[in-house]
């Protein structure tokens, strides 16, 4: 079935860098747009970044511009996150998640969401 | 960038209830908004699309509505599993904001 397995979360201090990925099974990944979104703790959900099926189309949010970089490796069936220049205040769950556009093109929803994996910044 | 607000940010309701929560955008998004349920430890699920479109095996008792800045999630009838969080999201914009989710707790 379709699948998204997160992982690379830990513990780093801050001004530290982290590299997160998410392993894609289950549907043809390279068809796919994917997002990351994250949670800090006891907070709501913050959208941070989105590619598209190629990586030609790549948005963050303000929040992380700079900091953060987004990849994928579509042979491996892949997507990565860099987090660079890491903060406190970037302490979250780090959700990958599949864009689906279920009725129009331009409607986009993140229909299949990984189980997160948690990145705790703090010396 | 647009924001989202939701209201309340808690409720609580009893099992058989009909609740209803808000989401307003800071601009118009005509129908360009999401809804999700998440449950503690669990990952955010997709309940409704496109304002009022239910997403594949969401049950019935769950409505949206709205266009342009206003939209409501409805809930006809609470069932224990639907004590959850429940967030609103934008997609009119590839800035996908979210709104700071409403709680929904056993009263």
């Known amino acids: 079935q379709v699948h998204l397995v997160e992982s690379g979360g830990g513990l780093v201090k801050p001004g530290g860098t982290l590299r997160l990925a998410c392993s894609a099974s289950?549907?043809?990944?390279?068809?796919?747009?994917m997002s990351w979104t994250r949670q800090a703790p006891g907070k709501g959900l913050e959208w941070i970044s989105y590619?598209?099926?190629?990586?030609?189309?790549?948005y963050y949010a303000d929040s992380v511009k700079g900091r953060f970089t987004i990849s994928r490796d579509n042979a491996k069936n892949s997507l990565y996150l860099q987090l660079n220049s890491l903060r406190a205040e970037d302490t979250a769950v780090y959700y990958c998640a599949r864009v689906f556009s279920p009725v129009r093109s331009d409607l986009e929803v993140f229909d299949i969401w990984g189980q997160g994996t948690m990145v705790t910044v703090a010396s | 960038d647009i924001q989202m607000t939701q209201a309340p940010s808690s409720l609580s309701a009893s099992v058989g209830d009909r609740v209803t929560i808000t989401c307003r955008a800071s601009q118009t998004i005509s129908d360009y908004l999401n809804w999700y349920q998440q449950k503690p430890g669990k990952a955010p699920k997709l309940l409704i699309f496109?304002?009022?479109t239910l997403q594949s095996g969401v049950p019935s008792r769950f409505s949206g509505s709205g266009s342009g800045t206003d939209f409501t999630l409805t809930i006809s009838s609470l069932q224990p599993e639907d004590f959850a969080t429940y967030y609103c999201q934008q997609s009119y914009t590839t800035l996908f904001s979210f709104g700071q989710g409403t709680k929904l707790e056993i009263k």
């Open positions: 496109g304002a009022s």
């Open positions: 590619i598209s099926n190629t990586g030609g189309t790549i």
């Open positions: 289950g549907f043809p990944f390279s068809d796919y747009y």
